[in-house]
């Protein structure tokens, strides 16, 4: 089955600089890629998301990579936030039987002051 | 104002009782979807259920049961056969089952502790 991998685990970034969190996934067959954002006592919520027919998406201050050869995405954000502070999840899955979301463990993202 | 609720926020139990956590929406979604969130880990799938009176298994189902009996209602008991049953538990809904064309909608979560 599909093996979703998320790293860094935590990334601790200075507000104003860019964050970068990265996923590979081992199913070629995945054709779909969400992102979460996991706020403190909530659950996750989705940002962002991207197929497989397309190489980059982008809404406003993130943006996602996806390099289909090398079965890696990657969620990008600039100019970062104090609010931007949260755990993110990569995910994949694909359209067929087994519709399911196969998620990453999650990035926590602590911007500094 | 429309969403998903799950009740109670923190719940406690006693080893080797059953707890039953309460997921509903009123979305008209008719996908629901238990998930179980530990420390450091992604989410994984219990139960899912694309339409009333039918759920499937997930990937870790053991331990755990489910009933639809109706479209805002999927409620999951986590019962003594669970071996580790402290965790957060997320409910989520979406219009449809396939992933990529329904966007899933998580509830607030339970964090279930047991003594």
């Known amino acids: 089955g599909e093996n979703v991998e998320q790293h860094p685990s935590t990334l601790s970034v200075q507000e104003g600089d860019s964050a970068v969190i990265k996923c590979t996934y081992s199913?070629?067959?995945?054709?779909?890629f969400p992102w979460y954002k996991q706020e403190l006592g909530k659950g996750p919520q989705l940002i962002i998301d991207?197929?497989?027919?397309?190489g980059e998406k982008k809404d406003q201050r993130i943006a996602v990579t996806l390099n289909k050869t090398a079965k890696h995405f990657s969620l990008h954000i600039t100019e970062t936030q104090p609010e931007d502070s949260a755990v993110y999840f990569c995910a994949a899955s694909k359209v067929g039987r087994d519709d399911k979301i196969i998620f990453g463990k999650g990035t926590r993202l602590h911007i500094l002051p | 104002d429309g969403g998903i609720t799950q009740s109670p926020k923190y719940l406690f139990r006693k080893e080797g009782q059953n707890v039953t956590l309460s997921c509903e929406q009123n979305l008209n979604h008719d996908a629901m979807y238990w998930y179980r969130q530990d420390p450091g880990q992604g989410l994984r799938l219990i139960y899912y259920?694309?339409?009333?009176?039918?759920?499937q298994k997930g990937d870790i189902a053991e331990g755990y049961s489910v009933s639809r009996e109706k479209k805002e209602s999927f409620p999951l008991t986590v019962t003594s056969a669970q071996k580790n049953p402290t965790a957060f538990y997320l409910c989520?809904?979406?219009?449809?089952?396939?992933?990529?064309?329904?966007?899933?909608?998580f509830g607030p979560g339970t964090r279930l502790t047991v003594l």
């Open positions: 259920s694309q339409i009333v009176n039918d759920f």
């Open positions: 199913d070629s067959a995945s054709n779909y």
């Open positions: 991207i197929r497989s027919n397309v």
């Open positions: 989520a809904s979406s219009i449809g089952l396939t992933p990529s064309y329904n966007e899933q909608f």
